[in-house]
């Protein structure tokens, strides 16, 4: 079994422990991988933009219909160093009402309209993001930002929390894939740990891994 299949059977809390414990980052990366890594995400950005562009006109006729409401919802999140950044992604909810969901509450999936049910599954609402990257608020494949009310809760809940934003947040990554979407403090334990996991094993096999792995993701509709 390959190291990212068994990643999944680590002893999760040592794995976390050993992360916040560290004053510094993982070594053995392959020589100028995070450079390397930084130009492939603005080509491959550039190369993405004609889709979602065609994408983003697909469902500007569709929304009336099935997803009334603006095109694009930009929301607060947490990047790299813990600073904020604004994420841009294609709405799939109806708007919020007065009441804001906390950091342990349930996603309010009664607000997810039919046309935003399929863009999720299919994780079309994710492809502005590309736009985050060619910015450097993101990278195509890292841990994915939380929204910035919620990771500040986070920092003082899960340990290990801080260390996920040494490095830039990501489209698709590990926990995506392998962990599969989770919701509050507890299920944000597990998704650190997966994600300590990808920055403290970062390299060039990796990352082939767990592109392959939201390709499945994305054209079986399955997985995370």
Known sequence: MSDERSFVDWDWRGVTQR????????????????????????????LLLPVVAASALLLLLLNPLFNPGPLFFRQPRMGLH??????IKFRSMLPAGAGERGADDPLEVDRITPLGEFIRRMRLDELPQVLNVLKGDMSLIGPRPDFLDHAEVYLETVPGYRKRHMVRPGISG???????????????RRKVSADLYYIFNAGWRLEAFIFWRTLVIVFTGRGS
């Open 19 to 46: 992360a916040a414990a560290s004053s510094h980052g993982a070594a053995g990366h392959p020589r100028g991988f995070f450079e390397a890594k930084r130009g492939i995400d603005v080509v491959v950005s550039v």
């Open 82 to 87: 813990c600073q904020p950044f604004e994420a």
């Open 174 to 188: 590990l926990a995506q894939t392998e962990v599969g979407y989770v919701q509050g403090i507890f299920g944000t």
